[in-house]
């Protein structure tokens, strides 16, 4: 078993920054991406952001510029820091990884328990 334990969410005002961090513990072999998803109150868990195991990374549209993902490969732990936040980034924030626990076990998804992030004035 894998536990994400997520922090670094909390109340800002628009324009500033914070930053999130999640840490994995338990079985881990290999990871193979790590990535931040969101969920606003109505509205479906969107992709935010995602770093593969080759460093690659992804973002949605809306936060491309002012959001960066990177991970700490030592510590088996996934940042994102957001800059210039906006009101419509408020959402609680899920991390996630696609870990194999062992050498020859299927890779699975595990989910951080969320934090909430919100960005008003």
């Known amino acids: 078993q894998v536990q994400l334990v997520e922090s670094g969410g909390g109340l800002v005002q628009p324009g500033g920054s914070l930053r999130l961090s999640c840490a994995a513990t338990?079985?881990?072999?290999?990871?193979?991406?790590m990535g931040w998803y969101r969920q606003a109150p109505g509205n479906q868990r969107e992709l935010v952001a995602v770093?593969?195991?080759?460093?690659?990374?992804n973002y949605v549209d809306s936060v491309k510029g002012r959001f960066t993902i990177s991970r700490d490969s030592a510590k088996n732990t996934v940042y994102l820091q957001m800059d210039s936040l906006k009101p419509e980034d408020t959402a609680v924030y899920y991390c996630?990884?696609?870990?194999?626990?062992?050498?020859?076990?299927?890779?699975?998804?595990?989910w951080g328990q969320g934090t909430q992030v919100t960005v008003s004035s």
């Open positions: 338990g079985s881990i072999f290999v990871i193979n991406r």
């Open positions: 996630t990884y696609n870990v194999r626990e062992r050498r020859f076990s299927t890779a699975r998804d595990y």
């Open positions: 770093i593969t195991s080759g460093g690659s990374t």
